[in-house]
């Protein structure tokens, strides 16, 4: 599998540790195995789950709901780098994860630019709840827009989809505490933001950017590279990016959650079972589709 000369049942126990925080150096003289190969097998299995995040989960299949986005900060061994992340609020289905060494709009875009090809641009009611980030407002009406034809010259106007609200949570540090939380609407309606709170959250409450970060701490469990004190950091971007995308199909697929009595994939209706880890390396994603199918 994946090209390594290894017996399968030996590789899903790898690739199942390390998509729950076990680090190379540890699986390495347990099993007997080169430090070289494993990575090896990581990457594979990250270029795998990247496969699959784009082809099922960020495929037009998803109805989106409430959307949460954040960035997380990275060291990295000579350096630092930005994680930025989005997920499905209702299912806890993370969606789209990019990485880059500048916190900028550039970043946000390719993020946004996914969570819209998961709802398949088909025009839906949509409530996106960011940071304060000033990128994430125009990244959001860039990709999120329909096209107003009026048969005139010139390019036609764009207008934002007509239920689609964002919401910014600003949190006011002095030093390292807490001083201040605001929340501002962006664009869109108040009540329909309380509306979808309401529908899409556990509990009712305010704005907020909890679930994501509550994803975020997830990744940061997960991948030893991402904990706030460690001696294990990640060399380059790619393998960060590698460990990023095999973790989020581990927790969309295989991961069960107790207050969804199911996995994300499942509270998306993007499957109907929880998966085995063997079961999600032996996965095939579809085909993209050809250019004639879509135009």
């Known amino acids: 599998m994946f090209g390594l000369q290894y017996p399968l049942w030996r590789v899903v126990v790898v690739l199942t540790l390390l998509a729950h925080s076990c680090p190379v150096q540890a699986i390495t003289p347990a099993f007997y195995l080169d430090a070289r190969a494993v990575t090896d097998g990581l990457r594979k299995a990250g270029l795998h789950g990247k496969k699959i995040q784009g082809r099922v989960v960020c495929h037009g299949r998803v109805t989106l709901g409430q959307v949460q986005a954040d960035e997380l900060y990275v060291k990295m061994q000579g350096g630092r780098v930005w994680m930025a992340t989005a997920m499905?609020?209702?299912?806890?289905?993370?969606?789209?994860g990019e990485i880059a060494l500048q916190r900028d709009r550039c970043l946000i875009e390719r993020v946004v630019a996914h969570v819209w090809a998961a709802a398949g641009g088909i025009v839906q009611s949509v409530l996106?709840?960011?940071?304060?980030?000033?990128?994430?407002?125009r990244a959001i009406l860039k990709d999120f827009h329909i096209r107003l034809y009026t048969g005139k010259r010139g390019r036609p106007r764009h207008l934002p989809w007509p239920d689609l609200h964002i919401v910014q949570v600003v949190k006011e540090y002095s030093g390292r505490k807490l001083r201040e939380v605001k929340?501002?609407?962006?664009?869109?309606?108040?009540?329909?933001?309380?509306?979808?709170?309401?529908l899409t959250q556990t509990g009712l409450g305010q704005i907020n950017t909890a679930y994501v970060e509550r994803l975020n701490a997830t990744f940061r469990a997960f991948l030893p590279s991402l904990a706030r004190r460690t001696r294990n950091l990640a060399r380059t971007v790619e393998r960060l990016a590698w460990e990023m995308f095999w973790c989020g199909v581990v927790y969309n697929f295989c991961t069960v959650h107790t207050t969804l009595e199911g996995t994300p994939a499942m509270a998306a209706d993007l499957t109907d079972h929880a998966w085995s880890v063997r079961e999600l390396l032996l996965f095939s994603p579809p085909p993209p589709e050809p250019l004639h199918a879509v135009l």
Do not use: M, N, Q, T
């Open 88 to 96: 499905r609020v209702f299912s806890r289905l993370f969606l789209w």
């Open 183 to 198: 929340r501002r609407l962006v664009h869109g309606c108040s009540k329909r933001v309380d509306e979808w709170i309401a």
């Open 128 to 137: 996106f709840a960011v940071d304060g980030f000033s990128a994430y407002p």
